[in-house]
Nanobody
C-alpha cells in the first residue's frame, strides 16, 4: 500500500508561482511512475505532468514551458514547480503513483489563481 500526501497549494495571483510537493510512503517510490493531475468541478481529472525517470517526463500542452515536474527518490518526493500561473490553472491537484498496474492517489491540494 502506498500513501501520498500533497502540500504546497494555495492562493496566488496570475503570473505568480507555486511549488507542490508529494511525499510517498512505502518502498516502491523509486520504481513508480509519478504524476500530477488536476480536476475542476464538473470536469474529468486531467494529466498535468508525469515523470518516469529523472529525465523522462511528459507534460500537458497547456502547461509546457511553465510547469516542471521533478523527483527526489532519496526523499520519496515528487515536485511540481508551477510558474506563470493562469486563472485556468485553478483546480485541485492530485499526486498519483503507478506501480505494477496499481494506481494510488493523494487527497489533493487546492490551487487557486486570481486574475
Amino acid at each position: 500500500q502506498v500513501q501520498l500526501v500533497e502540500s504546497g497549494g494555495g492562493l496566488v495571483q496570475a503570473g505568480g508561482s507555486l511549488r507542490l510537493s508529494c511525499v510517498a510512503s512505502g518502498s516502491i517510490f523509486s520504481r513508480s511512475v509519478m504524476g500530477w493531475y488536476r480536476q475542476v468541478p464538473g470536469k474529468q481529472r486531467e494529466l498535468v505532468a508525469r515523470i518516469v525517470t529523472l529525465t523522462l517526463t511528459t507534460y500537458a500542452d497547456s502547461v509546457k514551458g511553465r510547469f516542471t515536474i521533478s523527483r527526489d527518490n532519496a526523499k520519496n518526493t515528487v515536485f511540481l514547480q508551477m510558474n506563470d500561473l493562469k486563472s485556468e490553472d485553478t483546480a485541485v491537484y492530485y499526486c498519483n503513483a503507478e506501480h505494477l498496474g496499481a494506481r494510488y492517489w493523494g487527497q489533493g491540494t487546492q490551487v487557486t489563481v486570481s486574475s
